[in-house]
């Protein structure tokens, strides 16, 4: 289940990645940059911090081929997600609320804290999209006032509320993961923002 979901938010980090980068206008050499650094770029960090090196992508090559596979599903079919930004917001989201398990489980294993497992699990799912906003010249979402990391918080302190009930770990995994995904869809559709210091 665990490496399932890995793959999952792979695919769904990609896709988003690819579709920024068309959204840019960039060629097919940037769009697969961007959809690789996308898809691995909070999970390379992840590990590098907690020193699992060669970090998880370098380890197994299925994510490689998944990377690209999906880069070329959404070239292919960029007509039928035409729709780029509601599409982005989707698939981004999908990755945040998937890669935000990957990360704290992660943690969980070699017996980090629950505070630094739920940061883990935040950086898991957000950098790789920081660092995709920043190569497409975007402010990252992050770092702007929309419902995004809070999102990962909240559902790492669910996957630990959960973790003190007697329910299988699958289970765990889905229902934190759902929390993330509804919600920053919530807080887009209601327009739920954290609070400003500008007017």
Do not use: Q
Not at 58 to 87: C, E, G, P, Q
């Amino acid at each position: 289940m665990f490496y399932t979901i890995d793959i999952l938010g792979t695919i769904a980090f990609a896709i988003s990645g690819v579709l920024v980068a068309i959204n840019k206008k960039m060629d097919l050499f940037g769009i697969l940059i961007i959809a690789f650094v996308t898809a691995v770029g909070g999970g390379t960090l992840r590990d590098l911090l907690i020193g699992a090196t060669p970090v998880s992508w370098m380890k197994d090559m299925t994510f490689t081929y998944v990377i690209m596979v999906s880069a070329v599903f959404a070239i292919v079919f960029r007509s039928k997600i035409n729709y780029l930004r509601t599409s982005l917001f989707l698939f981004d989201t999908i990755g945040i609320g998937l890669y935000t398990v990957v990360g704290i489980e992660k943690g969980v294993n070699i017996g980090l804290h629950p505070i630094i497992c739920i940061a883990l699990g935040t950086m898991t799912a957000s950098f790789g999209g920081v660092i995709r906003d920043i190569l497409c010249n975007e402010i990252p979402v992050i770092f702007r006032k929309e419902i995004y990391a809070t999102a990962c918080i909240l559902g790492g302190l669910t996957y630990f509320l959960l973790r003190e009930l007697p329910i299988g770990n699958n289970l765990v995994f889905v229902i934190s993961g759902i929390v993330v995904i509804t919600v920053r869809l919530l807080a887009v559709k209601f327009k739920i923002a954290l609070p400003s210091i500008y007017k």
